[in-house]
Structure formats: structure tokens, C-alpha cells
């Protein structure tokens, strides 16, 4: 990002000159971005803003916060030794601490805003226009823009939404209950640009900071591509997408059974329209793990559709579950799963994500489980696999695909 000019506020700050952006005081310090504003007291407690002045992240005795543009404030930090807690905050918990928050950055502006640039000024009236009420009222906005956002991938969490559907197409999977509050619906070419244009004028000046597009909801791939070609002609009628422009590409999820469906050439066409990595929850190697969670497809076809997308120059995220199968079938699991991820060839484009496996009482997995005489692993056990399924992994990818923990409880948009 471009950083607006340096100012300096006080003789005794320490500056190297090595960032130009940076302005200091003793105890503050304020990092002005064209698209973000960070303000910190001591390093101790550190706020961040987007364009808007919303309130995005805050740290504060050793305590991340992160604000989504939904509204939830999500929660995390370290209680012990290789054990965090990642937590939403109830409704009491986020009023409370947002007005906090709040007030203490006020304070901290106030500090410092008296030898401060007209461009730091010009952000302390943005940040100043927030209060815990319009915080507030723009959570109930959200609700009248988007769907839930249940689930994206780690790398895309900054990514700017679009919903090109709604809900998920098979929602039958065991072990998910994200989408069971809803439908399944494949947006008009019409109502996509009229959600495309509710989500600008929310997120606003905020838009800046979303530097990739990404095309919900659960499988959106899974849209016929005649209405898919429609769909992603409007997404580029409304923003620049490209190495050079503000968006750098297209991102979204495919479950198998969609994914057989595409030919070659179709999936050609997605990546000459800016798709750059498609996300497949492969979750189990094993054949009878991969029938226990429901899912559409096979292994065996998963291997498949990622060469296939791979051939057409769209680099893929696969997801493993760790825990996937319970006790009875670990090692099972865990070889069949390595071997899939080998056949799949990937390189330095594509991800392997190794998310544990968090069962709801409502999920019928665990009826599943039962049934196939399985028991859930140990929060040890599933330690263990995910440490042998991440050895495993990089072992059989070398320098190619990262391979990265993906903890479902980190996310919040």
C-alpha cells in the first residue's frame, strides 16, 4: 500500500526513516495507510480502521479482536501452553468492549491529533463518527446486504464477498450445518448487480482494503456455465479485476459432484475471466470416511476434477479434516488422505488446508460415527493426526503447494 507523507510529532520519538508512513509520539504511535489507520499506545494496545473508520482489529492486553463487516467481534488468545481460545463474542461481551474500544482511541487521538497531518485529521473524523449505536445499526445493515457468511478459506478472508448464490446446493453433508438456515438459489444476472450495488455503497471507502473477489456461497462453481458466464460478465462490468487492478482475481468454493461437471474447456473460460484458485473440500481420502461425512463424489473423482482444473491453469485449495472418521478409521484416514493429495500433483500455487474437525450436537455425523462403531478422537488424538497429516503433506508436496492449519473458529467477515 502507498503511505500517505511522514510527520513527525515529537523530538523524542525514535525514528529510522525506513518507513514513511509512520508518525510517533513517546507512547503513541499512528501508521497511516491510503486504506487503513492503525493507531497504538506503547505496542500494548493497538486499534485499526478501514476506510469508513469502522473499527476492524483491535489488540489489547494480549488479546486479539477482530470486527467483521457482519458486525461479530470475534475473540483470541493464547490461555496456555499450545491451547488457545477463539470465541465470538455475545451480544453484552462486544457492546461492552466496542465502547471501550472506542473511548480509548478517542483519548489516544486526542493525544496526538494537535501535531498531526491534515490527512491524520481528516481520518480521526471518520474514526469519530462511530459510536457503539452505529456500530450497531450497521450490523442490522449487514443482514439486509448479505446472507451469513458462514465459511471462507483462510488466504481469503479479506476478500470481498459476492453472493453470486445462496445456501449450498447439496447441503447434505454430516458433519456441516452451515447453510441448513436457508435455500439454495442461483442469482439472476439482474438481482446479482442490484446485491453487487448494496454491497458498495455498505462497505463503502472500506472496499479498498479487499483486494480479491470472492463468489459465494458454498459451491457457486457449481452454477450452469452459460448463467456462470453471465454472472462473472457482471462482476467485471462492476470491478477492475487483474494483476494490476484493485482486485487481483476471482475465488470460490466447488464441491465434487460440481466439479465433474465442467469440462476442460469451461474451466479454460473461468480462468480467461480472472477465476485464480477453486477450493475443494476433498476433507478424507478414504473411501469409507468420505461416505460417512456424506459427501458428493468420491476421492477418486476429487483427484480427478483438480487435475482438470489444474490443467486449465486455476490453482486449487484442497481441504483435509483432521479427526475426519473418528478412532476406528485414523490410520486410515490419514495414508488414504497423503495419497490423494500425491496423485493430485499440485505446485507452488495451490494450498492443502488441515482443519480439525468441530462437531455440533445437532451434526448427524455423530449418529454416523456411532453407527460405523467409531468414536470421536481426543482433543490429544486430534493433535497428533493433524501433526502427522502436516508432516505427511509437506513431505509429499516438497516445495510445491503450502500446506496451512485452517481453525474454522478464527472466522469472521
Known amino acids: 500500500m502507498v503511505g500517505y507523507p511522514a510527520a513527525r510529532v515529537a523530538t523524542r520519538s525514535r525514528y529510522n526513516g525506513g518507513d514513511n508512513n509512520l508518525t510517533m509520539t513517546t507512547e503513541i504511535t499512528l501508521n497511516l495507510q491510503r486504506h487503513y489507520l492503525t493507531i497504538a499506545e506503547a505496542m500494548r494496545t493497538i486499534m485499526s480502521f478501514d476506510g469508513e473508520g469502522r473499527l476492524i482489529l483491535a489488540f489489547r492486553d494480549g488479546t486479539n479482536y477482530t470486527r467483521g463487516l457482519s458486525g461479530e467481534v470475534l475473540l483470541k488468545c493464547v490461555v496456555g501452553p499450545g ?13 461492552a468492549l466496542l465502547t471501550e474500544l472506542l473511548a480509548h482511541t478517542r483519548q ?17 473524523e471518520r474514526i469519530r463518527r462511530w459510536d457503539v449505536a452505529r456500530l450497531e445499526a450497521d450490523r442490522e445493515r449487514f443482514r439486509t446486504v ?12 479479506r476478500a470481498l ?39 458498495k455503497a455498505f462497505v463503502g471507502a472500506g472496499l479498498a482494503l479487499r483486494k480479491a473477489i470472492f463468489l459465494g456461497d458454498a459451491n457457486a462453481l457449481i452454477i450452469p456455465q452459460p448463467r456462470l458466464r453471465e454472472l462473472l460478465s457482471v462482476v467485471h462490468d462492476e470491478f477492475a479485476i487483474g494483476p494490476e487492478a484493485d482486485y487481483k482475481g476471482i475465488y470460490a468454493f466447488l464441491d465434487i459432484f460440481g466439479a465433474e461437471r465442467k469440462t476442460l474447456d469451461e474451466y479454460r473460460e473461468l480462468a480467461a475471466a480472472g477465476v485464480r484458485r477453486i477450493y475443494l473440500g ?11 461425512l456424506n459427501k458428493p463424489g468420491s476421492p477418486a473423482e476429487s483427484i480427478e476434477a483438480v487435475r482438470v482444473i489444474k490443467t486449465a491453469g486455476i490453482a486449487v485449495g484442497v481441504i483435509l479434516l483432521v479427526g475426519a472418521g473418528g478412532d476406528r478409521f485414523a490410520a486410515a484416514h490419514v495414508q488414504h488422505s497423503l495419497a490423494a493429495i500425491a496423485a493430485m500433483h499440485l505446485g507452488p500455487e495451490d494450498i492443502v ?44 508436496v516438497g516445495s510445491g503447494a503450502k500446506v496451512v492449519i485452517y481453525h474454522i473458529e478464527e472466522f469472521v467477515y
Open 108 to 124: 489516544m487521538i486526542e493525544r496526538v491529533e494537535a501535531t498531526a497531518t491534515p490527512a491524520a485529521h481528516d481520518w480521526f
Open 353 to 396: 488446508y488441515l482443519s480439525p474437525l468441530i462437531i455440533t450436537p445437532d451434526s448427524p455425523y455423530l449418529a454416523q460415527l456411532q453407527d460405523a462403531g467409531s468414536s470421536p478422537l481426543s482433543a490429544t488424538a486430534i493433535n497428533d493426526q493433524l501433526d502427522q497429516l502436516k508432516r505427511g503433506a509437506r513431505a509429499v
Open 83 to 95: 491451547h488457545k481460545e477463539r470465541r465470538r463474542l455475545s451480544d453484552d461481551e462486544r457492546r
Open 146 to 157: 448479505y446472507k451469513p457468511i458462514s465459511i471462507l478459506p483462510p488466504d481469503q478472508y
Open 282 to 292: 476433498l476433507e478424507s481420502g478414504d473411501e469409507t470416511v468420505f461416505r460417512l
Open 161 to 199: 464477498v459476492l453472493q453470486a448464490t445462496e445456501g449450498c446446493s447439496w447441503n447434505r453433508c454430516h458433519f456441516c450445518t452451515f447453510y441448513r438456515d436457508r435455500p439454495f438459489r442461483i442469482h439472476s444476472p439482474a438481482s446479482f448487480r442490484e446485491h453487487i450495488h448494496r454491497v
